[in-house]
């Protein structure tokens, strides 16, 4: 590793090896190492169960799981928009070859009085829903013809709601939708997590609320996309990626140092070896002292041999936990995927609780999801700090990620990396960088 | 004009860094050898898709070869790269018993990730004839320890070209007859759905807890497992709405 590169790249969590894809393609010479044996770090899949096991520090299991290595299980639970920020990525970069698809069959959310009902995903299902009475329906359907129809650059379209200066609250009023249809629309559709967007400018909402109109027309059921074999196999994509456009790999590497001179990176250090460079991107775990904390996420890994009850039996799941339905400030968030999707053994489902901390004891704050699964045959809990970095890394060129959030897709994910491309190069990535096969070399 | 899609199987190269896996991947893209190893030359190629057309019938097979993006060379090949490939070659130096001797951890990964990848092994560099360490013998001893786990056993040189083309084309001939055997048991399970389940419209359906009626269910249940890739999904969508009215 004692050469010069132009970019070191530390941690192959799907942010770095998205970030490690881009810079090899825009053709940087990278350096990408991570600290494990494995790809992936916090966005790994886990393979085979009994890694899972040892990682929470449970005793391995017997054969009631079936064969070990049929799981590939996540540590952070996210879906993928089929219209989002990631499927443009996975198709513009051409990573999308090497991944197969399925769509997440429902989408649920709590209502009143506890019970879970489905996001339409149609006119027809909207209509015969029981989520809110048969006016509002015609109020809720003005709303969505509106959205539908809403062009940022078209005045003519925006029914005097002015993006940037309305609010989404006096856009609810506007349309008369009442409060559990504006919670709906806000936590099921526009997925925030909280109610703060209410009182903002409504373009980011009627943006987010299109992308899931955009995304659900896609393939059907759900806005919903989930790859064969796990998450895991995401970063992976993008790291060969990587390394068929010249990229260096080195895992099992113990990152000791990046070295600063003069206020800037001029290298990474591993044991008595420096590797130079000019540029450093990493994970916060990589730079402790670089970064600050922003929150907390619990995430409870639960193992089942059924579907989640009231779903008719679907075979994967999102239910979303409203934040007002339980009387807390973010949304608890279950997703459950299956052996359908390579990640279990046969018969078997994984469902997956997450939200941000908000008391001292973020295991009772997860209950109302807990008791949405039915039986669960094994359990495991990890509490995870949400970090940022304390500067944009234009200075010193250390340019840090932010930690997984709760959000239940890679939307904030994918705003991060183009960010952090742009901060580093100067300038947006350009896709046509990318050639596609043989032909297009030559 | 409705064109037959030829059915692309993935094939990959897998075996340590330097032993020619690259090379064969550019005798098999355009018939060309590069002398030193000059990693440029490689750069972007992800895989390569070619036609074989199967002797004496119409049956055409496309391979899709994949390189490794030299990620064998410091750090492991990640678990991605062996998902869904139908074929494996083990590729080994010929003049380089070391690169024979480390195959079996590789066989280990294929086995592991791609478990139903048919698996041939092939000694490269056979033009460095009087430094060839590794004899047919003991290639075969290998075979037969892993419990003929080889569908075939080939020497190439990318140098020449000798045997390349050759190698390429038994596989696709080795992975064409499996391919037909698969379909003739699929259609076979097909002729068991009964005839119930091709009702015209209107017709009463089925009650429920009979066969038409589970059996229906399967196929439904078939056809939920269904995955996609984006692209092709994409693709699909720009050719129209397919014509399926169900």
Redesign the interface.
């Known amino acids: 590793m004692d050469e010069d590169y132009d970019c070191i790249v530390l941690g192959t969590g799907l942010t770095e090896c998205i970030m490690s894809g881009m810079l090899s393609v825009s053709g940087k010479k990278v350096l990408h190492m991570d600290r494990n ?1 494995y ?1 992936g770090g916090e966005s790994a899949s886990l ?1 085979p169960l009994e890694e899972l096991f040892t990682k929470f520090g449970v005793p391995t299991p017997d054969d009631t799981f079936g064969r070990g ?1 049929d799981w590939n299980v996540d540590l952070i639970p996210k879906f993928i928009m089929a219209n989002g920020q990631l ?1 443009k990525l ?2 513009h970069t ?1 990573v ?7 769509s997440i ?1 429902g989408s649920y959310v709590m209502g009143k009085s506890g019970k879970i009902c489905k996001v339409p995903a149609d006119e027809r299902e909207a209509l015969s829903s029981d989520l809110m009475g048969l006016f509002e329906k015609r109020r809720f359907k003005n709303f969505l013809v509106f959205v539908q129809d809403f062009d940022p650059k078209d005045p003519k379209t925006w029914k005097d709601v002015d993006p940037q200066k309305c609010t989404m609250d006096e856009v609810y009023k506007k349309f008369g939708l009442d409060p559990n249809t504006a919670d709906f629309v806000g936590h099921a559709l526009a997925l925030y997590r909280d109610d703060d967007y209410r009182q903002k400018p409504c373009q980011e909402a009627l943006d987010r609320i299109k992308l899931y109109s955009d995304s659900l027309a896609r ?1 059907g059921k759900s806005p919903y ?1 989930y790859p ?2 796990g998450l895991g ?1 995401l970063p ?2 993008f ?2 990626l990587s ?4 990229g ?5 590497k113990p990152i000791d140092e990046i070295v600063m001179e003069g206020g800037k990176v001029v290298g990474v250090r591993s044991g008595d070896q420096i590797a130079k460079c000019k540029q450093v991107f990493c994970d916060p775990s990589y730079a402790p002292t670089q970064v600050r904390k922003v929150g907390q996420v619990i995430r409870c890994i639960c193992l089942l041999d059924h579907p989640l009850p009231n779903t008719k039996d679907a ?1 994967s799941t999102q239910i979303i936990i409203p934040q007002k339905q339980v009387n807390r400030q973010s949304d608890i968030y279950v997703t459950m995927v299956s052996y ?1 999707h390579q990640v279990a053994s046969k018969g078997w489902f994984i469902a997956m609780i997450s939200t941000n901390v908000e008391t001292d004891n973020p295991e009772q704050e997860i209950q109302p999801g807990l008791n949405l699964l039915g039986p669960i045959k094994q359990k495991f809990i990890q509490l995870s700090d949400v970090y940022e970095p304390q500067n944009d890394g234009t200075d010193n060129q250390l340019f840090i990620s932010k930690s997984y959030d709760a959000t239940s897709h890679f939307q904030t994910t994918c705003v991060d990396v183009l960010d952090i491309f742009k901060r580093a190069t100067g300038e947006e990535f350009d896709f046509t960088n990318v ?1 596609h ?2 032909e297009d ?1 030559e | 004009m409705a064109t037959v899609k030829i059915p692309a199987q993935k094939v990959i190269l897998v075996g340590e860094y330097g032993v020619g896996k690259s090379s064969l991947f550019r005798r098999f893209a355009n018939d060309t050898f590069v002398r030193a190893s000059d990693r440029q030359s490689t750069l972007g190629l992800d895989n390569f898709g070619k036609v074989y057309q199967m002797k004496d019938t119409d049956r055409a097979l496309k391979l899709q070869l994949w390189d490794t993006g030299g990620m064998e060379r410091v750090a492991s090949i990640t678990s991605s790269y062996y998902k869904y490939s139908e074929a494996a070659i083990l590729v080994f130096a010929l003049d380089r018993p070391d690169s024979f001797h480390v195959l079996s951890q590789h066989l280990l990964d294929i086995v592991t990730y791609a478990e139903n990848a048919k698996i041939f092994l092939c000694g490269n560099k056979f033009d460095l004839k009087s430094r060839i360490q590794v004899t047919d013998g003991e290639m075969e001893a290998f075979s037969e320890q892993c419990h003929n786990l080889m569908s075939g056993l080939y020497k190439t040189s990318c140098k020449t070209g000798e045997g390349v083309e050759e190698m390429f084309r038994d596989i696709a001939n080795q992975l064409s007859e499996t391919n037909r055997f698969v379909l003739k048991t699929f259609m076979s399970l097909f002729t068991l759905v009964d005839p119930d389940l091709m009702l015209p419209p209107g017709h009463p359906r089925p009650e429920i807890g009979t066969s038409a009626h589970r059996s229906k269910i399967e196929l439904q249940s078939l056809e939920e497992a269904r995955s996609f890739r984006i692209d092709q999904a994409l693709e699909a969508d720009e050719n129209g709405p397919n014509d399926c009215s169900c």
């Open positions: 044996k790809y393979t290595r499927v996975l198709i051409g999308t070859r090497y991944l197969e698809f399925k069959e393939y996309l064969l074999y196999e992976q994509g790291a060969r390394a068929i456009y010249g260096t790999y080195m895992l099992d075979l359908t050639k096969n043989l070399q």
